[in-house]
């Protein structure tokens, strides 16, 4: 049974739980699909996952659609700490709905930490980056605080330089597997072209005007975009791969709560982050990636964590789905 706030708390608690709603639409997702819907009601929010934006040729099985729906669970959870409020998560609570994949109960309120606002500007200011990063390392204490933010079930690990030479071998297989299918390109083309509902997709500008210099290859999208990329290489960058201990949908919404929470930590240590999933979309070389783990986990996502390069202007942020498209207020 899920325990609410008191009555008398209700009202008080209803804007806020509208808010963190409204700021989850920060997060990330695959391909800017933001696949997610939120019941704003008087004493929790309960997030729900939106099939109708499920990327169905590339992510058949659901993974990166409860990846992404975690991010945004862990984005609302953020924003409450940010308002003074502590919250019970109740993971996929109903097993008759299967798309209610959480819902969250205010427990109390609580200070404001100097922590909890750092995070929460975080938010606001994470973007996705694809562009090479600049020859300087990350250094080691910023990659332990990455790797320590993601707790629980779902864990980093920081590939060795063999380990990231397999990654770009499995990578350029997964991609040469998709390039091959026509449901996948077609699917790509909807997403980066102008048939993508509004403030979803992947605008021109958020894309690479030429295919950058990296040992590890990122998507093939099918059209040029008008981001500059500049002359540098991903030598220095630092690849970490998001995994669990089983591949159910419960760690695939638990891998978007981590995925989240370090991609945070990495913003307020002004890391850049660039999420690869093609080489876990592909049947065969996701079972590849589950080697670099010697077989003891299941993989997620990959991470190329790297030091923008300070002399050129970040990418734009992509568009976001309007408040009133993805949060439903419910005041009875």
Sequence with gaps: M?????????TATAAV?????????YAPSVHNTQPWRWSAQRDRLELFAVRDRQLVAADPDGRLLMLSCGTALHHALVAL????WTAEVHRMPDPTRPDLLAAL???GRTAVTPEARRHFEAVRLRHTDRRPVGDQPVPAPALAAIEAAATGPVRLRLLSHDQVL?????ASRAAAVESDDPRIRVELAYWTGRAAPDGTGLTVDVLP?????????DRDFGRTGTLAVGQGHDRAASYLLLYGDDDEPMSWLRAGEALSAA?????????????????VEVAGTRQSLRGLLAGLGHPFLVLRLGIADPDRTGPPHTPRLTAQATVERTVS
């Design 263 to 279: 991609w945070l930590t990495a913003v307020e240590l002004g890391l850049s982050v660039l999420p690869l999933s093609v080489a």
């Design 105 to 107: 109960v205010p427990a």
């Design 2 to 10: 899920i325990n609410t706030v008191p009555v008398p708390d209700r």
């Design 17 to 25: 739980l509208a808010r963190a709603a409204v700021a989850a639409g």
């Design 209 to 217: 005007g030429q295919p950058p210099q990296t040992t590890v290859p």
């Design 166 to 170: 397999d990654l770009a071998a499995v």
């Design 81 to 84: 700490l940010a308002q003074g």
